[in-house]
């Protein structure tokens, strides 16, 4: 696999197209603030289960289109866990020392990635076009997930904005009431991660930024809420022991979403794009090292 770095003085990251054109390493000022998994990828398995989309993936931040979440077999484009573009390979349009561009395009769907840095910032612009003539179901999901240097210390979220919350179960499905105000999921210890808590998933609506702060850096990440108007909250701090987890894996999770939660197709959150109708998002992650006390 043939990956490409992009690099400012105090950034890096690391792109592989040939893996859902994922970005698997950002490190800052020589912390590396994005997961990476334990064990060496395989080779992703097309219709895969969840299993085999964690097998093979690779780490950091990909796209998850056009499903996230369960396995959807049904219909004239059945989708592996997370979709099929989602550890598929990516064609690179144009490359520079600070930008990349990729495409995807199969199953009558066209997407395009543009993955660009500064000095402190990524930001990442995506877009998929509707080629069939016929109306379809779509979910996307940017899987921007931190690790690595960055979950060393305790974690404190804080979202901008009128937050409302809802929890999720941990295979993304709804769990108890619908949204509420987030101030009551303070109050049990949401807003913060730390090497005792349990694995959970929950999703926040009606925000568009979240700081996610450690001892030593903030990141403050933001997306377009009128297309993304979800985000997902995945907290895997090498709590689940069940394979293929293990107790190995460390992993917090900041995925703006168009969907209210992690079912996938065979859910009833999907969008649906029209004949030639084009859905476009962004996202951007900046992080900075925190004032000292």
Excluded at 35 to 63: I, Y
Excluded at 163 to 175: P, T, V
Excluded at 182 to 190: I, M
Excluded at 208 to 230: F, G, K, M, Q, T
């Amino acid at each position: 696999m043939i990956i490409h770095t992009l690099a400012s003085e105090d950034l890096s990251i690391y792109v592989l197209p040939e893996n859902g054109g994922a970005i698997t390493q950002g490190i800052f000022q020589g912390q590396n603030f994005l997961a990476t998994p334990p064990h060496p990828s395989v080779e992703p398995k097309f219709l895969g289960t969840e299993n085999d989309w964690l097998a093979a993936w690779n780490g950091g931040w990909q796209p998850l289109l056009p499903n996230a979440g369960g396995q959807y077999l049904e219909g004239k484009y059945p989708q592996g866990f997370h979709g099929n573009a989602s550890q598929a390979t990516w064609n690179v349009l144009e490359k520079s020392a600070l930008s990349i561009s990729l495409v995807w395009s199969d199953e009558n769907l066209h997407g395009k990635r543009s993955i660009n840095i500064n000095e402190n910032e990524v930001s990442v612009l995506g877009s998929v076009v509707n080629l069939d003539r016929e109306p379809r179901r779509l979910i996307v999901t940017e899987h921007l997930v931190l690790g690595s240097d960055f979950l060393n210390s305790k974690i404190t979220l804080e979202p901008v904005g009128n937050a409302q919350f809802r929890e999720l179960e941990y295979d993304g499905s709804g769990k108890g009431a619908g949204f509420e105000p987030w101030e009551s999921f303070q109050k049990n210890s949401w807003s913060s991660v730390t090497s005792q808590t349990p694995a959970r998933m929950g999703v926040f609506s009606d925000i568009s930024c979240i700081l996610v702060s450690n001892e030593n850096y903030e990141i403050e990440i933001s997306w377009d809420a009128r297309n993304l108007p979800y985000l997902w909250i995945w907290e895997e701090m090498a709590y689940t022991q069940e394979h293929p987890w293990n107790g190995e894996y460390l992993a917090l999770g900041i995925e703006p979403s168009s969907a209210s939660d992690g079912v996938g197709l065979g859910g009833d959150s999907a969008k649906t794009l029209a004949a030639d109708e084009k859905f476009h998002w962004s996202v951007q992650l900046k992080i900075q090292k925190r004032a000292s006390k």
